[in-house]
């Protein structure tokens, strides 16, 4: 158990629709993430938050958003989904948000995830 | 663009013996990477990482080599267990401390024979 939270574990729903995943990180990690993995594919960075603030954005639809709570838990919201949309979605947290070479790299922890289903 | 890339889609190796899962970048400005393993309906656990500044990297049954002039990194396990069977991806960073997002590659089903 890597202590990240996401609900709900599986979610189907019909093309159009706007669905919301929710994310609650370990204990102390301030940073957190979503990913996206499709079928045969790795995973994608979606977009990472760090204490509340968007740090940085990969490869995310217009269609999709996120935030951060005060309370540290995010949500990944969905809309106008398409078939294409179906996937498992991944978050995962970590203490700090520093990496490379330079300094010490703050590992990521992975939640269970939400494969989300779109009919 | 696949910045990193796992060319061997699966891996199937007998109990006892080495496995060897690669891993290949284009990005030269990466500075760390990073091993995952990941169970099917489970999320990715992280297994062992290595900063660029080094090339080789060691804990348990598991070392990590790193040869940045091929950019060319490789997961050793030895000796293989049976419980090591699971898809293995390779991920990498290095946005000079801004990020640490992760890049990752397709991934490697490891399938260990008993």
């Known amino acids: 158990d890597s202590g990240v939270t996401q609900t709900p574990k599986h979610l189907i729903t019909a093309t159009g629709q706007r669905v919301t995943l929710r994310c609650s990180p370990r204990?102390?990690?301030?940073?957190v993430y979503w990913y996206q993995q499709s079928l045969d594919q790795g995973l994608q960075f979606l977009i990472q938050?760090?204490?509340?603030?968007?740090?940085a954005k990969g490869n995310i639809l217009e269609r999709f958003s996120a935030q951060q709570f005060p309370d540290l838990h995010s949500e990944l919201n969905l809309s106008s989904l398409e078939l294409g949309d179906s996937a498992l979605y991944f978050c995962?947290?970590?203490?700090?948000?520093?990496?490379?070479?330079?300094?010490?790299?703050?590992?990521?922890?992975f939640g269970p995830g939400t494969r989300l289903t779109v009919l | 663009d696949q910045q990193v890339k796992q060319n061997s889609p699966s891996l199937s190796v007998q109990e006892g013996r080495i496995s060897i899962l690669n891993c290949d970048y284009t990005?030269?400005?990466?500075?760390?990477f990073l091993w995952y393993k990941k169970y099917p309906a489970e999320g990715p656990t992280f297994l062992i990482s290595?900063?660029?500044?080094?090339d080789k990297n060691e804990d348990g049954r598991f070392t990590v080599f790193l040869n940045k002039s091929a950019k060319h990194l490789s997961l050793h396990i030895v000796p293989s267990q049976p419980g090591d069977s699971a898809v293995y991806f390779c991920?990498?960073?290095?946005?000079?401390?801004?990020?640490?997002?992760?890049?990752f590659g397709t991934g490697t089903l490891l399938a260990v024979q008993p």
């Open positions: 290595i900063s660029s500044i080094k």
């Open positions: 990005n030269s400005m990466f500075d760390y």
């Open positions: 991920a990498a960073s290095g946005y000079g401390g801004a990020t640490n997002k992760l890049i």
């Open positions: 204990s102390g990690d301030l940073s």
């Open positions: 938050y760090y204490n509340g603030e968007e740090r």
């Open positions: 995962a947290s970590s203490v700090g948000t520093s990496g490379g070479a330079g300094g010490s790299y703050n590992e990521q922890f």
